[in-house]
């Protein structure tokens, strides 16, 4: 098959473009069609359930890549634990089982036997693992247990959206006792600056570290810490929560051990997750009106290789790609698209709809010059260099996408955080350019509710080393004793 | 804590061995005891259900990633389907349902509200997956779709054991659309051949590769091919299948792709496994009377290094131990086990039972003398070097040791295989000597019926290179087609 012999793209290349809704026309629907037309997620006949596809899935595994290194540098080690719970397990922690027994699927049958008692799909595995540990935990020596599975949960949900509510989804949740309450906020607050270093290194995604509200607190923590991130359209999300569980479940699972001094103690527990929603967070924070764009670490492709092929050159060109390509493989992911049924342009759209960070394009001409030309994703920008010169400027290249990426978002997060001390200005500002408002606040949970009745803002979180800026609560004018940001969230 | 000086175990260093019973005593019981001694799970609330303890974990990680990239580097690419199906989904292959129903967990709630149409746990995903490719697969340009899963499947079992046979397991499938019948044939084969290759490489487990016979086959396929491993009780295991699925789920589901000759076609499809029964398998092959024993490739822990501490001498030998720690563990997985509250006779004896292939011993005398001391967990032998020679020794020492490992494993199954061409032999060499039998065999379902009513022996495989020794099946004397491995098995 003939194909163009230039570096433009020209109308007869389906431009897969145009057929994702423009974020300032409809974000949602921008979302949607980002997602279906790169082929990450797809849904099933069951309401709900959706399958992560290959292009999604492959972001996950360098979350799990990247996030799990961190967890076992820090001593904690992977396991496996049952995915169906008993209903008398979950009803022990009363405000546990609350939180989630609107969201949970029923076993009711096993094989041809009718249960005697009804088992639960894993919504959170608090319940199972502290039934376990009661067993494991017995003396000062077996602590802490430092312990976190990568799994599948469910949550019936109403309302799901990709990637962000889904009814069932992957995630990791962490699970530790330890012998102190000084020792398990240690860890609760280790794990959640993993998170946001995480985030902000690996992600190019900026988040805000703090305590959550009585009110949005994880059902039956003692404390619940989250990192908040800034999305394109202004709102908030949740991108991973960690809980100080205190003896809460301890005190009911009977999760005692023989201290030194031979004393018999409850433990201290924390637990902590990150989920697939991130996937969620990486589209909505980076992604443009050309669909995805990938921060390099995250990428599972950060260089695709487009040869523009004529009939003439065809050989050449591709023998040169082949070198190019398996000589870029020792040190970066490297994708050589040497399809021949699609043409160079068609190509072009397609990688940069699917977010891949740098494009190589090697033509005839190219090679009697002995260059290639670069293409940046994030910005468009094009750069000719000579090939060998390539392999030095490359990883220099990922570098600098990765920091712009990052200074953008951040960029765009100070945009859009506004400090406020005016109850009806809050209101408008929530109606009208969205984004973090950080306000002073008396603690109630009375003033926290009637911000959600009149806006749809929460808590999202109450950072750590933020004295209140007035000394009154926005709401209801009293001594306010915290600052906290407020922002609608998905 | 005084500790004692030497490198002598003594009777004050708890012998966690004489609590596992030894395998000539009872065999199963060694086996529970080994995986309840050594942590590596532990029975769940739920009958069938477990948890896989950090230590069972490891060795599932280790599997998955030694896996995993061989999948990678043939193409294939990881994705995530939804753990739930409808019941009508699964109904569409008549066989496929017929041999999964007696297995399902069936969820008939979500939420507050009573399903209209009842879910099943995914006893494994051709149905749900078939589903999706219906609506992905178009065009020859889409095919080959080369897609695998690591995830958690539930099949209602009567009778468990830990990692052979659990309610819940975990494990990879794979499940591959192609144009054409040889291209699924070539890749059901060569996923086999990965099977066979990974267990003789990685596990120092030999297996034999063979088509699975009709009567064992799996529900809605085409052909099965197995991998066949002995354990040291003589009982065989199934330690992987690849089926060829011909178009039996392509024409229930309407899996069809316009060829290139503009022909409406259904695709040819396969799908393979393997699950976390290959710990099983590993415990079974290697293990001892002392527990566990690891090859090298798979253990979490390669070597262990034990200090001998006196008051004296401590603080020198703690200090020349974490050196030597970080220095080996540039290359190796090292785990130095500095603990005071045991003795290093105690540790001797654990980490012998959790099978870490090499221990390295160092005391003040062996400091003065410039060298430390190596023990082999697989032959117990020792070996005295100086510290300067172990960088260059312990790479050495372990491929030895895994080596060393498969080619016993291999003498085992050799002299456990035995060829026989009379019934009455037969039976008795199944009752009495257990092992491999290998036989020819008519072809005839209700042969291989007899063999199992009469020994418990099924038909392993049929291996692909040999041709019947006899003119006659063993078991009704009429023409034999082919050569059977039969066993009794897992």
Redesign the interface.
């Known amino acids: 098959m003939e194909q163009k012999a230039g570096h433009e793209k020209t109308a007869q290349d389906k431009d897969f473009v145009k057929e994702i809704t423009p974020k300032a026309v409809d974000y949602s629907q921008w979302y949607i069609d980002v997602i279906l037309k790169t082929k990450m997620m797809?849904y099933?006949?069951?309401k709900g359930?959706?399958?992560?596809?290959?292009a999604g899935?492959?972001i996950?595994?360098k979350i799990q890549e990247l996030m799990d290194r961190r967890f076992k540098e820090t001593g904690h080690?992977?396991?496996?634990?049952?995915?169906?719970?008993?209903q008398s397990?979950l009803q022990k922690e009363a405000e546990h089982v609350e939180g989630f027994a609107?969201?949970?699927?029923?076993?009711?049958?096993?094989?041809?036997?009718i249960l005697a008692e009804?088992?639960l799909?894993r919504p959170t595995s608090e319940a199972?693992i502290c039934?376990?540990y009661s067993?494991?935990v017995q003396s000062w020596?077996d602590l802490p247990i430092l312990?976190n599975q990568w799994?599948?949960v469910?949550r019936?949900e109403?309302s799901t959206k990709p990637f962000l509510r889904t009814?069932?989804f992957?995630w990791q949740e962490g699970h530790t006792c330890h012998r102190t309450e000084e020792e398990a906020e240690a860890e609760t607050l280790q794990i959640l600056e993993i998170y946001r270093e995480f985030l902000e290194t690996e992600m190019a995604i900026p988040a805000i570290a703090g305590r959550k509200s009585e009110r949005e607190k994880f059902a039956g923590a003692l404390r619940t810490y989250s990192v908040e991130a800034l999305m394109s359209d202004g709102k908030a999300l949740q991108a991973g929560t960690s809980h100080n569980l205190g003896q809460h479940f301890a005190k009911v699972f009977d999760i005692t051990f023989l201290d030194q001094d031979d004393q018999l103690k409850h433990v201290w527990q924390t637990s902590w997750g990150v989920s697939t929603r991130l996937i969620g967070a990486l589209i909505m924070v980076h992604g443009d009106d050309r669909g995805l764009v990938l921060p390099p670490r995250m990428a599972p492709i950060q260089v695709v290789i487009v040869p523009i092929l004529t009939k003439k050159d065809r050989d050449r060109v591709l023998e040169a790609v082949s070198e190019l390509s398996a000589k870029l493989k020792e040190d970066l992911r490297i994708k050589l698209d040497d399809r021949e049924?699609y043409s160079p342009g068609w190509k072009f759209n397609e990688w940069e709809m699917r977010g891949i960070p740098v494009r190589i394009e090697v033509g005839p001409r190219d090679l009697d010059k002995n260059q290639v030309i670069l293409v940046r994703r994030d910005t468009g920008e094009k750069e000719v260099i000579l090939r060998g010169e390539l392999s030095a400027r490359l990883p220099q290249l990922l570098e600098q996408i990765q920091s712009d990426m990052l200074k953008r978002a951040l960029e765009f997060r100070e945009a859009n955080t506004r400090c406020c001390s005016d109850y009806e200005e809050f209101k408008k500002i929530v109606e009208e350019e969205r984004g973090f408002v950080i306000v002073s606040w008396c603690g109630d949970a009375a003033c926290e509710e009637k911000v959600k009745n009149d806006t749809k803002a929460t808590i999202r979180c109450i950072p750590f080393d933020k004295k209140p800026e007035s000394d009154q609560c926005i709401v209801c004018g009293q001594k306010a004793v915290a600052t906290a940001y407020f922002a609608r969230a998905y």
């Open positions: 797809d099933s006949p069951v359930f959706m399958a992560i596809r290959p899935f492959a996950w595994e080690q992977n396991a496996y634990f049952p995915l169906l719970i008993p397990l609107p969201e949970l699927a029923w076993v009711t049958k096993g094989g041809s036997e009804p088992l799909i199972i039934d376990f067993r494991w020596r312990i799994c599948n469910v019936w109403k009814s069932e992957l049924e």
